[in-house]
């Protein structure tokens, strides 16, 4: 962090530098996996040098740090500023090479990439050099950003967080498959349980998975079996789960590759439930003694994971000037076509953010409905007033997850808990205020 000041006044005096500046050198470098190029130029716009090939490595950094100071003493440009545009995770080894060594380092939008790409060249050819001149030219013209500070601690939490929603996604897989088999040889039971992975339904496929095995136990042994080993479920239940045997059609005569195809399935079933309780662990570690994280579950609706997610994608909370910065990294900030008189679309999200922050937030709001007086009460006096409208519903989700994105900002940077009250307290603060102007 560069002191105390916000990260938008940083960025607005580096933009000034680079348009009043005759002697700073700009070096856009357009980002490869294994191969990065550079094009040098300076802030008049005089091209240098249109590519420099180096390799991801510190002997290609080392070659790209040469190269400027040959160019900084040849030319006579003190400044320097590094861009390059955020292309998956090959930037970041280059960022924090120049980051370390003192080095100004910006990104460029990889959308302003594009388009100002046509603005060069006509032609719809692209490589590695014209995208280089491309990203210097984008600086050039001042239209860079400030990454998002992030420290170790925080970093190490997104990584976990990825790791956590690909083990949910390889848990939701296996259920299909699971609920798949089930319904292949004992159809009637996987209509009867909601959950395929419900203590009862493991229970019955790891002892007797076929309606046949069932049905060569009694009934009461089978019931006392399944009422011991979970108490929750009820002896009527269990004795309906083997009168659904007696009459069952799934498919016979495949015994034996079935069951151990069920016996693999909950084998990496258990697995993934040991690895997510491992990544809990390891996240509880992390954001347990934060305040952040302890201001953001007093809200009513939002759990541990919510709450660690939404830490892992904000970051440090003083990166962001308003609620509506937020809204914009989430990419829910409404657009639409317009001109004049005519309007051509319907305001609709941008979706030009953070897509796992979008989804976190949509189930936070799915459970502060039920859960949150305050938030449910805003839910449904958007419903009362968009009555006969298309899609009420969504967009009345997506007006709470923006509220819910305020009062986040608003309890992260005033570090107070979630006050349902807040709103009325803060519309009598204005109206006071009102009335001492007035």
Known sequence: MQGKRAAKQILEDLREEVKSSQNMLLVGIDVGKTRHCACFITSSGKVLRRKLFFGNTIDGFNKLLRQT???????????VLF???????????????????GK??????????????ET???????????????VADLIYQGKFYLPIYRDKEIRQLKRLMQIYHKLIQQKASLRCRLRGVVGYIFPELETYFKDITAKSMILILQNFPFPQKIQKMR??????????RNPYLSWKRAEKIYDLAANSVGITGEEEATSLEIRLLLNELKRINENIALINTEVNSIVGKREDYELLLTIPGVGPVTAAQVIAEIGDITNFSSGRQLIKLAGLDLCGAQSGTSINTLRHISKRGRKTLRT??????????RCNSHLRTCYLRILANQQGKKKV???AIVAIACKLLR???????????????YDKILRERFFVQALKVA
């Open 219 to 228: 009934k009461d042994e089978f019931t006392s079996f399944l009422v011991k």
């Open 120 to 134: 060069i060249d006509v032609s719809k050819d692209k490589s590695d050099p014209k995208d280089a001149y491309n």
């Open 104 to 117: 100004r380092a910006v990104t460029v939008s990889p959308l302003a990439v594009r388009r100002n790409r």
């Open 83 to 101: 861009g390059m545009e955020p292309s998956g995770y090959y930037w970041m080894h280059l960022y924090e090479f120049l980051e370390l060594r």
């Open 393 to 395: 519903k969504p967009k």
């Open 69 to 79: 100071k040959f160019y900084q003493k040849n030319k006579n440009l003190p400044k």
């Open 407 to 421: 009062i986040i900002y608003r309890m992260l940077t005033e570090k107070k808990a979630f006050d349902p009250n």
């Open 360 to 369: 976190v937030l949509y189930q936070a709001v799915i459970n502060c409905i």
